[in-house]
């Protein structure tokens, strides 16, 4: 169970308060938040994009919805594409694979979030291993998204 060194740093430099939660391995931000026994709706994915000018924005939505790239593409009037994954661990070469924090700031990569991360008390976020989560509360997460664009660009995911 470990924190990225960069995200840690990030943290502690922002004075965020947070806590760390373990939870067994895990594959996927949903797989995460049945490990750690955690709403999913609580835990904040993040989606690397990519525009037609080579640009990274990363969205971050909850880990029961999906993104609505349209919406997405519509406010932001550019086109945007997911990123290739052997670009992602260029970009986050101290996590895992698949186990990218949706704290862009660290990583100095522009981001928007999505709104419905707005109403929850507790949010989680990915660590940078698939094994441990970052627990911060809304005053905490917020302070984090202060500067960063927010609007509803995710659906729920249906079951």
Same mark, same amino acid.
């Given at each position: 169970? &470990?924190?990225?060194?960069r995200? %840690?740093?990030f943290?502690?430099?922002?004075? +965020? #308060?947070?806590?760390?939660?373990?939870?067994?391995?895990?594959? #996927?931000? +949903? #797989? =995460?938040? +049945?490990?750690?026994? !955690? /709403?999913?709706k609580?835990i904040?994915?993040?989606?690397?994009? $990519? %525009?037609? $000018?080579?640009?990274?924005?990363?969205?971050?939505?909850?880990?029961?919805? @999906?993104? =609505?790239?349209h919406?997405l593409?519509?406010?932001?009037?550019?086109?945007?594409?997911?990123?290739?994954? @052997?670009?992602?661990d260029?970009?986050?070469?101290?996590?895992?694979?698949?186990? !990218? /924090?949706?704290?862009? &700031?660290?990583?100095?990569?522009? &981001?928007?979030?999505?709104?419905?991360?707005?109403?929850? #008390? %507790?949010?989680?976020? $990915?660590?940078?291993?698939?094994?441990?989560? !970052?627990?911060?509360?809304?005053?905490?997460?917020? @302070?984090?998204?202060? &500067?960063? @664009?927010?609007?509803?660009?995710?659906a729920? !995911? +249906?079951h």
């Amino acid at each position: 169970m &470990s924190i990225s060194t960069r995200v %840690d740093e990030f943290l502690n430099h922002q004075n +965020i #308060s947070f806590s760390i939660v373990g939870h067994p391995l895990s594959s #996927s931000s +949903i #797989s =995460s938040a +049945i490990a750690a026994k !955690i /709403p999913a709706k609580n835990i904040a994915k993040a989606v690397m994009l $990519e %525009d037609h $000018e080579g640009r990274h924005l990363m969205a971050v939505l909850p880990a029961d919805r @999906k993104i =609505s790239l349209h919406k997405l593409q519509e406010h932001l009037a550019v086109s945007l594409h997911l990123v290739h994954e @052997k670009e992602l661990d260029v970009m986050f070469q101290d996590c895992q694979q698949g186990a !990218i /924090p949706a704290l862009a &700031s660290a990583y100095h990569v522009n &981001s928007i979030y999505d709104e419905a991360l707005d109403d929850l #008390s %507790d949010v989680y976020l $990915e660590a940078g291993d698939h094994q441990t989560l !970052i627990h911060l509360k809304q005053d905490q997460f917020s @302070k984090l998204m202060a &500067s960063t @664009k927010h609007m509803k660009f995710s659906a729920q !995911i +249906i079951h």
